[in-house]
């Protein structure tokens, strides 16, 4: 079939993007691997999977009706209600009739001559648009790990981004969590309540902040409901479109006394105060970040009754906020349970997956096989990238965008490849992250900008500049020099030892504030996107 725009992906990105270009009166249409909307709240369907954005600052923004009409119910909203939410704007938006599900783009192929792309499915059929748009997000192709024998269990075993659609009740049975990143902590601490036996296998500990959700009365939903304009404000002006903004302060510019003060009171606050809301220098500065680092394996010696445990649940190889921050409720203290127990995989590494269970050993230890009902691998996705070489996506001369980012993403402001005209991307590599839907509603309007800009001008092709591509991709390095986040291997800066050809660090996402991402796309529009190649 011919339409004016195709979209991949069928969540949050995509539905407004569809919203806005049937609102330009074009002929879009979204294609979705999966049976339903949502995206990422399809997907990541595990137990304990939630925000960690406050609720009404993650919601769409753009719609009064919208919001006039749905209560949140948490302040960190959980995935079946937020997979409700997103079943509430695709109804009331009418987007199903444009959706085709269950459908897998695999290929997605330029052509020159009629300036449009040619799309194929995995079922084999094909169909043309003049823009392709990629909302495909930045963590949504899971990886498995290199353990041998993995499919020889016999039991229950499933990836994090791939659960059940029915709930599994753990109830007296033997589970195995491997992975103690965001979606390991959230599962880790829901497993723990009702499992008979839970071994956790954690190859390298992360730094946790809670997270002190609570529900939200039908009185505190009526009360925000008037603030929406202010917290969306408030979004705005912020480093990453958090409720939470850096304290203007140095660590070492207030007394311990001070310090420590500000330190219980972020810790006992909501959200990510602890990360976003610390003092200015604690992701640059060494000595602050291990100052407060120190103050947290505090907390984790405190809460944790074991103190052998403890320290390995202490990372020693990355800072406080240099890798992303998981929050959580009572995690630490799952570990004071009879029925946990914790495996080191450094220490004692999984030699592979039996029929049975999971056998460990090592150079310092015997053998040791553990046995299970079920496995659960929370070991993450290929990020940032992983979407995209998932796609055989061919640009102009049949260039392939995989090899064309082989030694690293190079794009222009986040949303454009040179050598690819007419594609653009939603939460594309080197754009704001942060706050994802507010990140994705602007990113959005602006595509939707330079859509509206060539109808209007009767342009059929768009596409910017190597020397664009270039002066934005060292802006980006340039903005990451100094953070320390950078001199860690986590996927923030591209690292997955399970994906080929990814174990070396690359500059994978833009470092500087909202604000100033926004006003650089800004001066595009306001030019009259005179810095792309129009025709």
């Known amino acids: 079939m011919q339409f004016d725009a195709i979209i991949i992906g069928a969540g949050i990105s995509g539905l407004y993007q569809l919203h806005c270009l049937r609102k330009l009166g074009l002929k879009a249409h979204i294609f979705e691997s999966g049976t339903g ?43 079946p209600k937020t997979l409700e939410y997103l079943n509430f704007v695709a109804d009331k938006l009418d987007l199903r009739r444009d959706i085709t599900f269950s459908a897998r783009v695999t290929a997605a192929h330029w052509q020159e001559a009629t300036r449009d792309w040619h799309v194929t499915l995995e079922d084999g059929s094909r169909h043309d648009a003049r823009f392709l748009i990629t909302a495909i997000g930045p963590l949504s192709a899971p990886t498995m790990p290199k353990i041998e024998g993995i499919d020889s269990f016999r039991g229950l075993s499933c990836h994090t981004a791939r659960f059940p659609k029915e709930p599994i009740d753990f109830t007296g049975k033997r589970v195995a969590v491997i992975g103690t990143g965001a979606t390991g902590v959230q599962t880790i601490q829901e497993v723990a309540k009702t499992a008979r036996t839970l071994t956790i296998f954690q190859r390298t500990p992360n730094w946790c902040a809670p997270l002190h959700n609570g529900p939200i009365t039908k009185q505190e939903m ?74 947290v394996a505090r907390k984790i010696r405190q809460r944790v009754k074991d103190q052998a445990t403890a320290t390995r649940l202490i990372p020693t190889n990355h800072g406080f906020g240099t890798r992303r921050v998981p929050l959580e409720t009572r995690y630490y203290e799952v570990y004071n349970q009879p029925n946990v127990r914790l495996v080191d995989i450094k220490q004692t590494p999984i030699e592979r997956i039996t029929e049975n269970g999971i056998r460990v050993g090592g150079l310092k230890t015997t053998a040791e096989q553990f046995d299970f009902d079920i496995i659960i691998y929370a070991t993450g996705f290929d990020a940032i990238t992983g979407s995209f070489d998932r796609i055989d996506l061919r640009g102009a001369d049949g260039l392939r965008l995989k090899d ?38 602007y990113n959005v309007d602006w595509v939707t900008g330079v859509i509206r800009h060539m109808r209007d001008h009767g342009l059929t092709r768009g596409e910017c500049t190597p020397a664009g591509v270039q002066d934005w991709t060292d802006h980006v390095k340039a903005l990451g020099e100094g953070l320390l986040s950078n001199e860690v291997d986590s996927w923030m ?22 604000p100033a991402y926004r006003a650089r796309c800004d001066a595009v529009a306001e030019g009259g996107y005179r810095e792309m190649r129009l025709a």
Request: net charge negative; aromatic share 16%; with cysteine.
């Open 404 to 441: 064309k980012w082989k030694g690293g993403p190079q794009t222009w402001l986040g949303v454009q490849v040179e050598g690819f005209p007419n594609m653009f991307m939603v939460m594309g590599p080197h754009t704001a992250l942060g706050n994802i839907p507010r990140s994705i509603e």
């Open 37 to 79: 909307v949502g995206g990422t709240w399809y997907w990541n369907r595990y137990p304990g999977a939630r925000f960690d954005s406050e609720s009404y600052s993650y919601g769409y923004s753009f719609s009064q009706e919208l919001l006039d009409e749905w209560d949140w119910t948490e302040h960190f909203s959980p995935q």
């Open 493 to 514: 800066t591209g690292i997955n030892r399970n994906v080929e050809g990814k174990t070396e660090r690359i500059v994978a996402r833009y470092s500087g504030s909202a």
């Open 222 to 295: 009526a009360e925000i409901r008037p603030r929406y304009p202010e917290i969306f404000a408030r979004c705005q002006e912020t480093f990453s479109c958090f409720l939470h903004s850096p304290d203007p302060r140095g660590t070492f510019e207030v007394t311990q006394e001070e310090r420590e003060a500000k330190w219980e009171q972020l810790y006992g606050s909501k959200g990510f105060g602890m990360w976003q809301g610390n003092f200015r220098d604690i992701l640059t500065d060494r000595k602050a970040n291990a100052a407060l680092s120190d103050f």
